[in-house]
C-alpha cells in the first residue's frame, strides 16, 4: 500500500523546502500559437530535505540552496520550447533532486493564459530521489 510522504516529519528528520510562486515567461503548448508568444507561467516547488544529524550549523553548505534552484528553474523554463507542461514539470523535478539530501520534490506548473475564463490549467507531479 502507497504511504503519503509529508514533506516535513521530526521523526523522520526531515525538513520542508519550498518556492512559491514563482513567475516566469515561457514559450509552451501544442498548439503553435501558443509557443510564439510568451506566456505566464506560475512555478511552485516542494523539496522534502533530509536533515543531517547534530546542531544545524549556521552556514549555505548545509542546507538546500534555494536561490541556486531557482536560478536553475529559471534558466531551464525561459530555455524550454517543449509542447508539454509535463515534460518541463519532468524537468524540473531532476532540478530539485540534483542535491542528493532532497529525498522528493513535488513541482506545481500553471499555465495562466491559456484560457480567458479561467484563473490557471497545470500539472503538479512528484518525483523520489532514487537510492
Known amino acids: 500500500m502507497y504511504e503519503r510522504h509529508t ?5 523522520q528528520k526531515l525538513r520542508h523546502v ?6 516566469i515567461p515561457c514559450f509552451i503548448g501544442v498548439p503553435a500559437p501558443e509557443r510564439e508568444q510568451a506566456q505566464r ?5 516542494d523539496l ?4 543531517d544529524p547534530g546542531p544545524l550549523p549556521d552556514e549555505l553548505h548545509a542546507v538546500v540552496d534555494y536561490e541556486k534552484i531557482v536560478k536553475r528553474v529559471r534558466a531551464c523554463v525561459r530555455a524550454a ?3 508539454l507542461l509535463e515534460t518541463l514539470a519532468e ?3 531532476v532540478i530539485g533532486l ?3 539530501r532532497v ?3 513535488r513541482v506545481r506548473l500553471e499555465k495562466l493564459d491559456v484560457f480567458p475564463d479561467a484563473a490557471a490549467a497545470g500539472i503538479t507531479i512528484e518525483r523520489r530521489q532514487t537510492e
Open 103 to 105: 529525498r522528493l520534490v
Open 18 to 23: 519550498f518556492i512559491r510562486d514563482l513567475m
Open 48 to 51: 522534502s530535505v533530509r536533515e
Open 81 to 83: 520550447r517543449v509542447k
Open 41 to 45: 507561467l506560475r512555478v511552485n516547488i
Open 98 to 100: 540534483e542535491d542528493p
Open 7 to 11: 514533506m516535513a516529519d521530526a521523526g
Open 91 to 93: 524537468q524540473v523535478a
